[in-house]
């Protein structure tokens, strides 16, 4: 598994590869494209980076000598923040950075999110690349460009669309992570399945349990899938406008759970995502657009990899009144109402605005457990 594979998201001169392979991380400069040209590297990670992965922030270190500041942050949700994007701004500004600086982003979403929308935010514009480190960051949310931190309204109301230079993923570093983060980030693998290819949908059914294991050839064939289907939705749809919408399979719900939850570590995003899509599964049925197959095979497939994927397996009580308040605060809702993006049967989505919110209160009343 020493090849390494590049896969490209076309967006004309905003266009940037993405790397999937073993071992990358003392190859930035290399996979960097016009790494020379740029006259100051600012690296930005979190603290469990530091704490769980030192060997491969050190590898990085080492092979970078331009560095000329290392930036740590506390992991987690709540540090996409105001605060914490005002303190980055700082301490980079504080360095006297131009505009060929460039910022390394070495972690998972949160400091991938973070670290986006502050490098837009600086001097108008400076480059940044993405090197994710947990698996859900390596198939999803380092890939795409979308940039934000939180709310109390919510999750990512406050960001941008930023383009990396380049997505650089090196599966080794997932190693060190703990299995829940692990299983957290299939999440996302599975989602790519649901809503654009059923063929992998049922090539996950039979090697889920080796992704989760990380099995090498499994997990560079679910990555590398995942991501090619995102960079092919991004490519034709970079802001959102219309089929990118799909992404957000479950993720209505889930944010809304997440948000809740006060974007505590009772929940963490995949997590929420299992329930979510969950939850829009059994709301596709209920509206009458999907059979019951696809709900029994999403439940049978978690169960048989002992994922929990009901709000009650995480000791969640919610109260329909208040989902729906959060509901309200989704990025797709227009004149009041809310989008969801559900299914017709595996690997084809559709879209569906909601006109009647007794119809929604009846669903969760029934199914919110």
């Known amino acids: 598994m020493k090849k390494i594979k590049k896969l490209n998201v076309q967006l004309g001169l905003k266009s940037y590869p993405i790397f999937i392979g073993v071992n990358l991380l003392t190859k930035i400069r290399k996979l960097t494209k016009n790494f020379s040209y740029y006259s100051k590297i600012i690296i930005v990670t979190d603290r469990n980076i530091i704490k769980k992965q030192k060997k491969n922030f050190e590898l990085i270190e080492s092979s970078l000598k331009e560095t000329v500041l290392k930036i740590v942050l506390p992991g987690g949700e709540k540090t996409k923040s105001f605060y914490y994007l005002e303190s980055l701004c700082e301490k980079i500004l504080k360095n006297q950075i131009d505009r060929r600086s460039l910022i390394l982003c070495i972690g998972g979403g949160v400091i991938g999110d973070l670290v986006g929308l502050t490098s837009n935010l600086l001097l108008r514009g400076v480059d940044f690349v993405q090197i994710p480190t947990t698996l859900l960051s390596q198939v999803d949310s380092s890939v795409g460009g979308k940039t934000a931190i939180n709310s109390k309204y919510g999750k990512n109301l406050i960001g941008t669309f930023n383009q990396p230079k380049a997505v650089i993923i ?95 570590k009772k929940i963490i995003h995949g997590e929420a995502i299992f329930l979510g899509m969950f939850l829009a599964l059994k709301f596709s049925r209920f509206l009458g657009f999907c059979k019951n197959d696809i709900v029994s095979e999403y439940e049978i497939h978690l169960k048989s990899l002992k994922i929990p994927y009901k709000l009650k397996d995480y000791g969640i009580n919610l109260s329909v009144r208040k989902f729906i308040k959060y509901l309200k605060f989704d990025k797709k809702v227009k004149n009041d109402k809310i989008k969801f993006i559900l299914l017709k049967e595996c690997g084809k989505t559709r879209s569906y605005v909601l006109q009647n919110q007794k119809q929604l209160a009846v669903f969760l009343n029934q199914n919110l457990e």
């Open 170 to 264: 090196s599966t080794n570093t997932l190693k060190s992570l703990e299995k829940r983060q692990v299983i957290a980030g299939y999440a996302e693998i599975l989602k790519y399945s649901l809503i654009k290819d059923k063929r992998f949908f049922d090539w996950l059914k039979k090697n889920g349990k080796k992704i989760i294991s990380l099995n090498t050839e499994a997990l560079h064939y679910a990555i590398s899938r995942s991501c090619s289907i995102k960079s092919d939705i991004v490519s034709e749809d970079e802001k959102e406008k219309n089929i990118r919408e799909i992404l957000n399979f479950g993720h209505t719900f889930g944010h809304a759970i997440e948000s809740l939850t006060g974007f505590s």
